[in-house]
């Protein structure tokens, strides 16, 4: 048996390692998740729990110390030279910080991310690719101008080669491209496979720590499971930006999902130009198509997503079944809220949806989970039921309960001052939100206060 390579299981969807093969992922439940590969060297830091690395902790003089007597101050950040992208971040990249950028293959990572030296030019950065030869990226960086003179380019695929270049070039920023096309030497196991993605990555942090030095790894996210996705990588970052959107549509939304420095309710909305990725400061401008016609089916969302209000359009269509069983179907909203939503108008208001078609789609490609958007989605789904329009200077900002009630909604002021910005000239909110000691900044907004659904139509259709 001499010479046998011993092989384990890795689940390809949380790293766990398994003796033997397994349908269902006992640590994470996924299904059909496990692949075979090289075990990982003892010595090495890819065994043990992901993120908790042994040889990491153990070359570092550290020793313990008093809370009180670290320093951290926010000469720690630094910005990024990208307003959106260091808001993100929580306020700019944090040294030494690892930051994980996924999202789908042509969605923008590369773009991104090659943007940050370009459009900061006193950052020594080196942009190490392991996908795109150094005349490609040239080419890349050509398309998005700026200033190429501080960065250095990179095309290797060997994680000991690009350590030791970083050592040499001491860079103030380390960008890898991507993280499953590197490899180590030290495993067995073809570049992207569970052992391969978590031993590169926590050599890199190991790099990030010692020297102080930012480090962004991109992460392609497959559907299929087949190689390392970067939950595995979840644990060992600091940060998970996560790139969402329609790859054919040209607006892109980045969502922080792990912040250790910051809070992971932000969010950055990003439009793929001809020139590169320009960041949308103002979201809601692009997110309500203003329609010339009056259609009916179409109402204004007031929702917060993170710290920031945004209005975004809701659409809905309400038709008769053609089939026995009425379709129902939710583009950026959670389908079981719509039917929830719809049992709601049927059985406390009274409303006969049961043999009608549904179907709601939020403008922009956005994925919305506030509960205030509740309103504008009853509001949509009615308007197209009656094939009555909704005045578009109208929005709305409140939660539907089960019995029918009119629920408030946090943040009221911030979402009521952002659609007066916008020109809304009026804007329902829940009666409990105690509409009277809400004070509108100019005046220019009516502040329609609703109890139930009955007194919304009411106000809104007659
Ligand atoms: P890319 O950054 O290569 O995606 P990823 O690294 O996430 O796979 O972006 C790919 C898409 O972006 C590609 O379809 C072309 C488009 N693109 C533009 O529209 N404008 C540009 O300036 C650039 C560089 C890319
Ligand atoms: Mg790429």
């Given at each position: 048996m001499a010479g046998k390579i011993k092989t384990v299981w890795y689940c390809s969807?949380?790293?766990?390692e398994s003796p033997k093969w397994m349908g269902r992922c006992p640590a994470c439940g996924e299904w059909n998740t496990m692949v075979e590969e090289p075990k990982a060297p003892k010595e090495?830091?890819?065994?043990g729990v992901a993120g908790r690395s042994r040889a990491y902790i153990s070359t570092t003089d550290a020793h313990p110390e008093p809370l009180n007597s670290i320093d951290f101050s926010d000469e720690n950040r630094f910005s990024i030279g990208n307003a959106e992208l260091d808001r993100v971040l929580g306020g700019g990249m944090v040294e030494g910080s690892m930051v994980l950028i996924g999202g789908e293959p042509g969605i923008?990572?590369?773009?991104?991310?090659?943007?940050?030296?370009?459009?900061c030019p006193h950052l020594k950065t080196?942009?190490?690719?392991?996908?795109?030869?150094a005349k490609q990226i040239k080419l890349r960086a050509q398309r998005l101008g700026g200033d190429d003179s501080q960065c250095l380019v990179l095309s290797e695929t060997l994680l000991e080669n690009i350590l030791e270049h970083a050592r040499s070039v001491q860079p103030e920023l380390l960008i890898i491209d991507s993280i499953q096309t590197i490899y180590s030497q030290s495993i067995e196991s073809s570049a992207g496979s569970v052992s391969q993605v978590r031993e590169c990555a926590s050599a890199l942090l190991r790099y990030a720590k010692e020297t102080s030095t930012p480090v962004i790894l991109i992460g392609h996210i497959t559907k299929d499971g087949t190689i390392a996705g970067p939950k595995i990588l979840e644990h060992i970052v600091d940060v998970v930006l996560l790139f969402?959107?329609?790859?054919?549509?040209?607006?892109?939304?980045l969502r922080s999902i792990k912040n250790r420095f910051g809070s992971t309710d932000e969010l950055a909305v990003f439009e793929m130009t001809g020139s590169g990725l320009?960041?949308?400061s103002n979201p809601s401008e692009i997110l309500i198509p203003m329609h010339q016609d009056d259609l009916s089916g179409v109402a204004v969302s007031a929702m917060m997503d993170g710290t920031r209000p945004f209005l975004v359009e809701i659409q809905a269509l309400v038709s008769t079944a053609a089939y026995g069983t009425p379709q129902r179907s939710a583009t950026g909203f959670d389908s079981r809220r719509l039917n929830m939503l719809l049992a709601v108008l049927e059985k406390r208001s009274g409303f006969k949806l049961a043999a009608k078609d549904v179907f709601l789609n939020v403008a922009g490609g956005l994925r919305v989970t506030d509960p205030a958007c509740d309103l504008a989605i009853v509001a949509s789904v009615l308007s197209s039921n009656f094939?009555?329009?909704i005045s578009p200077k109208i929005c709305f900002a409140a939660e539907v309960g089960l019995s029918g009630e009119i629920r408030p909604v946090s943040q009221v002021e911030r979402r009521i001052a952002e659609a007066e910005k916008l020109g809304f000239e009026q804007i329902f909110i829940s009666s409990f939100n105690r509409s009277d000691s809400i004070k509108t900044k100019d005046g220019h907004i009516q502040v329609v206060a609703v109890s139930d659904i009955p007194a919304l139509c009411r106000k809104l259709f007659q």
């Open positions: 969807s949380c790293g766990n090495s830091n890819a065994g923008g990572k590369s773009t991104l991310s090659l943007q940050i030296p370009l459009h080196l942009y190490v690719s392991g996908e795109e030869s969402e959107g329609d790859t054919k549509g040209s607006y892109r939304i320009r960041e949308v094939d009555l329009y």
